[in-house]
């Protein structure tokens, strides 16, 4: 899905636009509710660990699912990515294939049966968690402090893809950002068993466009989180350009950005995610900030996967 997302999904108050797209809002809702009890649920013979999202996209599952692969090979586990097959999306599978192996079809539950084939024993299921075909044994749904659940409703109203209340299906929460008490509240209020936990982004290689004039350009979720990233770290930002999710780079985009970065002496500084969707022609021209995920009581987290494997 390749779009700019409303600025009035993360408002905290009920905007015209909300209210008018709400009857779509409410006729979604009536279809997944009278669709969902006809759908069988595949019980997998290996653990299935799902990092899913209330909030759509820019929460950080992506690079949550990585962590979540190191500590499993760590603990001497052979895990695979699982992911749905989208004719888009491909900058996060090959993102991945970067670390492990990954699975795609249609259907998740045949990704799983290939990947058992060639001796899986646990399964990473990037997104899914609104995939009732398939039972998990872990879920984890990931938040962003900063977007929290936007002006609360579902989509098209707003940036929900289904209810708070959602959160009873899930096992744990991961939130990327300072640590919120009401936000805690609002969650046990949904679930009180459930296990919250808190993460941040580490810039692995910062040090490089350290005293350097930056142009940063980003085309995922939530592109204000990544211009966040770069302030944090003192980062010399000239100028940000926001681009569609999943954008796809043409070769004129790429040539005027080239340009414009030559013509100020400025480098160019993307994601990572974004670098996978630029022509390896371009790439020598242009710098991806590399990211790695830290957990709050990393321990604690890692004991809910060891319950389950």
């Known amino acids: 899905m390749k779009f700019f997302k409303p600025k009035f999904w993360d408002k905290n108050q009920i905007s015209f636009f909300s209210i008018l797209l709400f009857p779509i809002s409410l006729l979604f809702k009536l279809l997944i509710f009278f669709k969902r009890p006809f759908i069988k649920t595949h019980q997998c013979s290996i653990p299935i660990i799902c990092v899913g999202n209330i909030y759509l996209g820019?929460?950080?599952?992506t690079p949550l699912c990585i962590e979540i692969f190191s500590i499993l090979k760590d603990l001497n586990m052979n895990p695979v990515f699982i992911r749905k097959k989208y004719n888009s999306f491909q900058d996060e599978v090959d993102l991945q294939k970067q670390v492990g192996p990954v699975y795609q079809n249609k259907k998740r539950t045949e990704a799983v049966k290939e990947a058992l084939q060639n001796k899986a024993n646990v399964a990473i299921l990037d997104d899914g968690f609104q995939d009732f075909s398939i039972n998990k044994n872990l879920s984890i749904v990931c938040f962003n402090k900063k977007q929290w659940v936007g002006n609360g409703l579902t989509i098209p109203s707003g940036p929900l893809r289904e209810s708070l209340s959602a959160l009873k299906r899930a096992n744990c929460v991961v939130i990327n950002g300072e640590k919120n008490r009401d936000i805690e509240?609002?969650?046990?209020?949904?679930?009180?068993?459930i296990k919250i936990f808190y993460t941040k982004y580490r810039a692995k290689n910062i040090s490089e466009f350290k005293n350097k004039k930056v142009i940063a350009f980003a085309g995922i979720g939530n592109p204000e989180n990544f211009f966040d990233l770069l302030k944090d770290n003192k980062i010399d930002i000239e100028e940000e350009i926001k681009f569609?999710?999943?954008?796809?780079?043409?070769?004129?985009t790429l040539e005027n950005l080239i340009n414009k970065a030559?013509?100020?002496?400025?480098?160019?500084?993307?994601t990572e995610k974004d670098y996978f969707r630029i022509a390896e022609n371009y790439r020598q021209n242009i710098n991806c900030l590399k990211i790695e995920v830290e957990i709050e009581n990393r321990n604690q987290f890692i004991d809910q996967i060891k319950k389950i494997i």
Do not use: A, V, W
């Open 262 to 270: 030559k013509e100020n002496n400025n480098i160019l500084l993307t």
């Open 185 to 193: 509240n609002k969650i046990f209020s949904k679930n009180k068993e």
């Open 58 to 61: 820019g929460t950080g599952k």
């Open 244 to 252: 569609p999710d999943h954008h796809e780079y043409s070769e004129e």
